[in-house]
C-alpha cells in the first residue's frame, strides 16, 4: 500500500511538469511576458493575468489531443501482430524500463497510458523542428544510447527547444517597432533639449497607442494560436 501511494504522489508531482514543459504553455508564456516587458509596462497585465492567459490559451489549444488522448486510452488494445522469425534487436527504451519498476497489478493501467501517450507524442514531434530531434539523437548517441529520433525522452526535449526559439523569435518581431518608438522618443527629447525627462514617461503612452490601434492582442493571440494549426 505504501508503494502505490508512493507512485501515486509521484505521478501528481509530475503531471505539473508535464502541463508546463510538454503542452503550448511553454512558447505562450514566454511570448506573453517578453512582450509586456517590450511596451515596458512589467507589472501590466500582471504575472496572475499572464499565466492565467497563458493557461486559457493552452487549453484552447491542447482540448482536442486531449480528447485524442482520452479516445486512445479506452479505446480497447489492439492485438499485437508476430512477425515471422526471431525479433530485431531493439535498445531500452521508457516503457521497458517503467513495466520493470510498475508492479503487475498495475500493468493494464500502464498500457492505458502508453495508449492515451500515442496522441500526445504525435503533437510533440509535430510541433518540434527536425533539426533539434537530430541534435538530441546525436546527443544520446553520445551518450552511448542508440535511439530512432522518435522516443518520448528525445522527442519531449527537441519540443522545448524549439518552443523557445520560436518564441524569442516572436518575441524579437515584437520588440523592433518599440524599440523604433523609445529611440526616436529619446532623440526628440534630446533636440527639444529635455534631456532631464525620463524618454519612458513619454514613450510608453504612445507604445501603449499603437499597441491598442493594431488591435495588438488579438493579432498576438492569433498568430500564437495558428502556429499550432
Known amino acids: 500500500m505504501g508503494g502505490s ?3 501515486v ?3 501528481m508531482a509530475i503531471v505539473p511538469l508535464v502541463v508546463l514543459t510538454l503542452t503550448s504553455f511553454v ?3 514566454v511570448v506573453l511576458s517578453l512582450v509586456r516587458n ?3 509596462a512589467p507589472e501590466a497585465p500582471s504575472g496572475l493575468v499572464v499565466t492565467g492567459l497563458s493557461l486559457v490559451l493552452t487549453f484552447f489549444v491542447m482540448t482536442p489531443v486531449a480528447i485524442q488522448m482520452v479516445d486512445a486510452g479506452t479505446a480497447a488494445p489492439a492485438a499485437p501482430v508476430m512477425a515471422p522469425g526471431p ?7 521508457l516503457e521497458t524500463a517503467l513495466r520493470k519498476v510498475v508492479p503487475a497489478e498495475y500493468q493494464p493501467e500502464l498500457d492505458t497510458a502508453e495508449r492515451a501517450s500515442v496522441p500526445l507524442r504525435a ?3 509535430k510541433h518540434s523542428a527536425e533539426r533539434d530531434r537530430a541534435s538530441f539523437v ?3 548517441g553520445k551518450l552511448g544510447h542508440h535511439v530512432q529520433g522518435n522516443e518520448a525522452w528525445v522527442i519531449a526535449p527537441a519540443f522545448v527547444t524549439t518552443e523557445l526559439r520560436e518564441a524569442f523569435a516572436i518575441a524579437v518581431l515584437v520588440f523592433l517597432p518599440f524599440v523604433v518608438i523609445d529611440l526616436v522618443t ?3 527629447l534630446s533636440a527639444l533639449g529635455l534631456n532631464t525627462t525620463n524618454p519612458q514617461i513619454v514613450a510608453l503612452p504612445l507604445k501603449l497607442l499603437l499597441f491598442v490601434a493594431v488591435d495588438g492582442w488579438r493579432l498576438l493571440i492569433d498568430g500564437l494560436l495558428r502556429g499550432y494549426a
Not at 525479433?87 to 527504451?93: Q, R, V, Y
Open 5 to 7: 501511494n508512493a507512485a
Open 38 to 40: 517590450a511596451i515596458g
Open 9 to 11: 504522489l509521484a505521478v
Open 138 to 140: 546525436e546527443l544520446a
Open 27 to 29: 512558447k505562450i508564456s
Open 123 to 125: 503533437f510533440l514531434e
Open 87 to 93: 525479433a530485431p534487436a531493439t535498445s531500452p527504451d
Open 186 to 188: 529619446g532623440l526628440g
